[in-house]
């Protein structure tokens, strides 16, 4: 062979090495073909490497090492002979004592000098750190009887490819690290999108986010904003690593920006900066100046194709986060924004249900207290009324023969100022009261100021109560009425052909001990007629807000004034039907009407 | 509701809720907690100026007592004055004024007796002055 195809031999094996060893994704299965191709490059018969054990990238003291590669080794040296490779030897201490720094090193081998049997003549190797930096990463080792064996040519050889293992083995430590990392990203992943699925709460879900996304990607600070506060504006709702809580400072930054988070919102695109500090220090908002940060990335939460908000990490080191990075970033923003989404709408969805519930509940209260039918009085019509609301309120009527000729009757129609169950509990309540007082007291003005001192004892949620109670004489028409804070009945008068309100002077019941109430009288002549309503009557709402009032009421009765009360107590309820449209009342429609018949009609 | 918060400076200091919108449902629950918010950091004096109220709902009213049972101390001789000077038609809330409510709003008021209570103005610098 001349000389000149051996040296394209040789350099087309270093050429192989050097391939072998930069494009394998494990290095350690390439290394033994390398060493192979080297020593026979070198001329020499055999060799080995020793990969020292990680130990976070200190050296000194006793390192693990294992014999990661070996090409015709002597049988004295054989792997499966435990004496052999037991123990440290002279390079391994040198390279732990850090004196092991040239390119090559002369080693007369400790462990071919005690080892017994066949060793093929071996007694010396030269010694190659292989490194990455100053780290020394393990040692390539290739032997030969003496020194004379080692040409300079194959010295220099063994230098290059040992400094070219070197740098592979560092490559894949980084890529066994990243390895590892991604791994780890990928069980974190797992475990965040069960943890996101299973949190029903939204502020501990985010809470959680952020954290673990700060976590994962290394970074300095994560945060998550959603829209929300002032219009137009996003506001911090979970952040992590901040020095400043922007979450507690109830920070806000507007969508319309032009820096990061203002464009995501509008192209849904991510935006990474390497180095914030190195725009035009005018660009760099106060909020991030203060937190000094430099590395900077903006993902949206893309939720049904729009930004449902934002989700940034922010290092205080200039960083780019990698492509792998910003995909695990993105991953957690969308699974984020399909958990936030999913958790609101089971919270709206809780919150319909709860709704519902109360409504039953409250129905059911206040149902089972209204009076099941109206009062049936020779001489005397009564037409009742109960529409519920969209909410429960506390309205109720009631009526009641009281004790004594058998001729006097009772009436309330009363509206506990709230809604939902604690206002029909109190309504429960107060109708109890009203009527076993009632039945005590004869004087409406003193059964009023009895309920009114007895609910004021015990009011748990500050309720209040407005009430109109009145008794009716049904032989002679007299009817003396009190009023606490409620609407004034009407009363329609036949012979004058007026409608009058039955004025009596009260507070609102509960919110003075001790008060009293005015008490006045009329005498009721056939065909006269008396209504009694709640708030809920005047003060039902059209689309636009408006009231109907007390006008709209007394021309509806007026208009109707000579029909019975059934008819007249329906062309009220048509009349606030046809006012409200379909406005959805909040409160109760509840009403009676009382009408003395007409002799021979 | 919206309610812009003011302090004006009568005889004594004045709290002035400029209160905008419909006083019912959750504005109710908000304005019992601005009320006892500015009680807190030592409002004794308040006037609701009701100028921009167009409504005012049973929940709303329980507010307003609600709010005036705060600025009233629970001591036995003031319940009782007070108890006296209602049943007399003598009695005025001292801490508690309310300025230009609108039509619906006052018929709303005098029905559950609030005029039995509390006075109303139709100035405000008349309200703060009668501090």
Redesign the interface.
Known sequence: MSSEQELIEKLTTLNRIAESLNQAVDVRSVLERALADLVELMDLETGWISLREPRDGKDGGDSNYTLAAHHNLPPALDVDNADAWEGSCTCRRLCDTGQLTSAYNEVRCSRLESVRGDRRGLAVHASVPLRSGDRVLGILNVSAPDWASFSPQALNLLTTVGSQMGIALERARLFDVLQERHLHEETALLHFSNQLLSRLDVDGLMDYLVDNVRELLDADACALLLPGGEPGSLEFRAASGWHLDPVALRRQIPINGSDGPGLVMRTLQPVLEEDIQKRNPTAVPAWLQTEDFKGQAVVPLVVEGRAGGILMVHQRQPRLLDEKDLHYLRLMANQAAVAIEKTRLHAEEIKVQAMEKELAIGRQIQLGLLPSAPPVVPGWEFATRYEAAREVGGDFYDFFDLPGDGHRMGMVIA?????GVPAALFMARSSTVIRSTGLKARSPSTVLAQVNDLLHKDRPS???L?ASYAVLDTRQGRLVYAN?????PLWFQARTGKLRELNS????LG??????FEECAIDLEPGDMLVFYT?GVT?AMDAD?Q?L??ERLRDVIVANAGASAQAVLDAIVDAVQDFAGSIAQ??DLTLFVVRRSVLGA | MEIVISYENGKVPVTVFHIKG?I??EASEQLEQQAQDVLETGTHNLVLDLTDV??I???G??SI??IFTLLHSDSPED?KS??KG??AGTYRSPHLKLVNPSR?VT??LQ????D??LETYSDLQKAIASF
Request: charged share 25%; glycine share 14%.
């Open positions: 509206d506990v100022t709230g809604k500050e309720l209040l407005t606490g804070g409620h609407c004034r002077q009260g507070v609102i919110a003075f001990r001790g008060i009293e708030d003060e807000h009231i009032g007390e909040s409160d | 419909e019912a449902a167009a409504f709902s049973s929940g009213l329980r007592h609600y319940a007070m108890r209602i049943l619906n018929r709303a029905t559950a007796g609030y039995m209570f």
